[in-house]
């Protein structure tokens, strides 16, 4: 069954950047980013195909690129022009793989 484990996230001050990644324990094929900010309903921010084709949120365009690693079981979030409103847990996550679970997350804060 595979795992998967998020980090990278932390404290950064508007304007800023961070990457996120999501390692799995085995291979993956496609692969979707999440967040929750408090309060709110999980969202989807962007998804990998296997063959690497992406989508996103619209306001994720143009601020946020995904990106996969296949000899690394990785996926990762390229996040960049952070503003306050992006402060959420980030999760990875694809719901068409029988028996996946959520990880733990990696929370993103954005603050001056």
């Known amino acids: 069954q595979v795992q998967l484990v998020e980090s990278g996230g932390g404290l950064v001050q508007p304007g800023g950047s961070l990457r996120l990644s999501c390692a799995a324990s085995?291979?993956?094929?496609?692969m979707n980013w999440y967040r929750q900010a408090p309060g709110k309903q999980r969202e989807l921010v962007a998804s990998?195909?296997?063959?690497?084709?992406?989508s996103y949120a619209d306001w994720a365009k143009g601020r946020f690129t995904i990106s996969r690693d296949d000899a690394k079981n990785t996926v990762y979030l390229q996040m960049s022009s952070l503003k306050p409103e992006d402060t959420a847990v980030y999760y990875c996550?694809?719901?068409?793989?029988?028996?996946?679970?959520w990880g733990q997350g990696t929370q993103v804060t954005v603050s001056s």
């Open positions: 996550y694809n719901p068409y793989v029988l028996g996946l679970s």
């Open positions: 085995g291979s993956i094929a496609g």
């Open positions: 990998i195909a296997k063959g690497g084709g992406t």
